[in-house]
């Protein structure tokens, strides 16, 4: 990586190159393998691996490749760059897909997600040539996120930058500004650092040097500064939760067949515990939480109701649960005396998956065109269990910025985040949601228990910090005293406002680049 920075340096710092040095026309032999390695750094700096600190770096070589390319070249080198990172962020597709229906939705999904990007880095060059540059290309690149957030069908936030960050000093911003700031600071960091390299063999007074160098130091300075916010003492008193993981066969898509497995296993894993509980070995907790999608609901169920009951605390239950009108993804609250209460509805359905948008295309990629859609929930996630109001965010939920926080909003003290990652085989998902929901504790300031059928499960304190882990497909269960917290970070309170304000922002950047543009045209 160093050579590679070496040599954009010298190929963006010269217009007429001496010989035996690249041509301008030739310099695309070296642009391109660096935009290419430059998306696999920042694949390597998201969990499961511990290489935050790539994703700068990786943002830094993506800004000297573009540098004073015309639109078109920008363009190509960001497909570059952006596909090559998410054909390996999404790679794990293909053990929930890849079995039965080969590359092709793996691929697929890989080559929209990099389009986003592209499109920013099509707009780079307007806003490049801009008085304090970095901060126009980072907040191009906040642009793509949130655009890529949302559309079509509800967006796929996977692989955002700030997701990669919970190792890494930049996760404080969380509670400053959440997902939007901190991939901001990451973008900021990259794109200062190539402007430093491209300056570097130029003569710069004192205060150039200042002025470059601030864009490098404050997102770190800032971070660090907000540190002492991130509070994790107990505020209302505390709860112990014990995670039930079950387990699940790893079979990909025909894991459509297994909930009746699935549910044995989860039955019995409580039943376990519950023998535990009775001997002393492990202490009785205030809540038990199951995973998503365990079992189904089609009305009383006798045998959860016993389960529980031998538990001797409530309980929360994910499944499919059965209404007139189809069916729900469901967490449901169960008392160990009065059986079934509230549930809680998913909101943010997947798309081609659980509910299904251009049905006759989808079967060229989807397993589940021929099951009828879910039904969306309409309600935030708060549920009162143990005498303690639970946000809940129902696994994909948890890569969304509005779920948690509309939680929070109304009154959560402690969130849960159950999934089914079963699906998905040993790959990175399961790693990269739970980076997502130690991202979700700093960003609201909360304990957060992650319950998965196949793992990993967590019980992660509200500085991010992972406590206890469950490995994956093991079944096991984990006991935790978690704080309840009730204040609010600033990123609460901004909400959405933070990253609204960094589009605008974007956007007028690239305005007054196009105007700059004009200015220079009828000048010539």
Not at 40 to 56: D, G
Not at 68 to 90: D, M, Q, V
Not at 141 to 165: H, I, M, N, T
Not at 485 to 514: F, H, K, N, Q, Y
Request: with cysteine; net charge positive.
């Amino acid at each position: 990586m160093a050579g590679v920075v070496a040599g954009l340096r010298r190929v963006t710092a010269r217009t007429t190159p001496p010989a035996g040095t690249p041509s301008p026309r030739r310099d695309w032999l070296l642009r391109v393998p660096a935009a290419i390695g430059a998306g696999v750094a920042l694949y390597f700096s998201f969990p499961p691996y511990q290489f935050w600190w790539l994703a700068p770096i990786a943002i830094a070589v993506y800004g000297l490749v573009l540098h004073e390319r015309s639109k078109r070249a920008a363009t190509g080198y960001s497909l570059l760059f952006a596909l090559s990172f998410f054909l390996l962020h999404l790679l794990w597709l293909q053990d929930f897909l890849g079995r039965d229906l080969g590359p092709w939705p793996w691929l697929g999904l890989s080559l929209v997600m990099a389009l986003y990007l592209t499109a920013a880095g099509a707009l780079m060059p307007l806003v490049a040539r801009l008085p304090a540059a970095p901060v126009w290309l980072a907040l191009l690149f906040v642009l793509s996120e949130a655009v890529r957030g949302r559309f079509p069908y509800g967006g796929f936030p996977w692989g955002k930058l700030a997701f990669g960050q919970v190792e890494g000093p930049l996760l404080g911003l969380a509670a400053l500004g959440g997902v939007p700031l901190v991939s901001f600071a990451v973008a900021l960091l990259g794109f200062s650092l190539s402007a430093l390299i491209l300056r570097a063999r130029t003569t710069v007074s004192a205060r150039g040097w200042v002025g470059l160098a601030i864009p490098v130091v404050l997102p770190v300075v800032a971070a660090l500064a907000a540190w002492p916010l991130v509070g994790v003492e107990a505020q209302t008193g505390t709860r112990t939760i014990a995670v039930v993981q079950g387990n699940a066969p790893d079979v990909g898509i025909r894991l459509l067949g297994e909930l009746p497995t699935i549910r044995r296993n989860h039955l019995q894993t409580s039943r376990e515990l519950a023998a535990a509980i009775r001997a002393g070995t492990s202490p009785k907790p205030d809540l038990v939480v199951w995973p998503e999608s365990t079992t189904g609901f089609n009305g009383p169920d006798p045998t959860i109701d016993a389960a529980v009951a031998e538990l001797g605390v409530p309980t929360l239950i994910g499944g499919l649960y059965r209404v007139p009108a189809g069916q729900e993804n469901a967490y449901v609250s169960w008392d160990p005396v009065t059986g079934q209460g509230p549930r809680y509805v998913k909101q943010q359905l997947v798309p081609f998956s659980e509910f299904i948008p251009l049905r006759e295309i989808a079967r060229l990629f989807s397993p589940f065109t021929d099951n009828a859609d879910l039904i969306a929930g309409t309600r935030p996630g708060v549920l009162t269990a143990a005498g303690t109001p639970l946000g809940v965010a129902i696994c994909y939920e948890v890569a969304y910025d509005y779920v948690l926080r509309e939680n929070v909003d109304n009154g959560a003290q402690l969130l849960i985040v159950p999934t089914n990652n079963a699906w998905f085989g040993r790959g990175d998902m399961t790693y990269q949601q739970l980076a997502m929901a130690r991202l979700r504790a700093v960003e609201h300031g909360r304990a957060v228990v992650v319950a998965a059928t196949s793992g990993v499960s967590a019980t992660i304190r509200p500085d991010g910090t992972v406590l206890r882990s469950l490995d994956m497909y093991t079944p096991g269960t984990l006991t935790e005293t978690l704080p309840l917290r009730t204040s609010t970070t600033i990123a609460d309170r901004l909400g959405r406002w933070t990253e609204i304000a960094m589009v605008l922002l974007a956007l007028l950047a690239v305005a007054a680049g196009i105007r700059r543009g004009v200015r220079e045209r009828r000048a010539d």
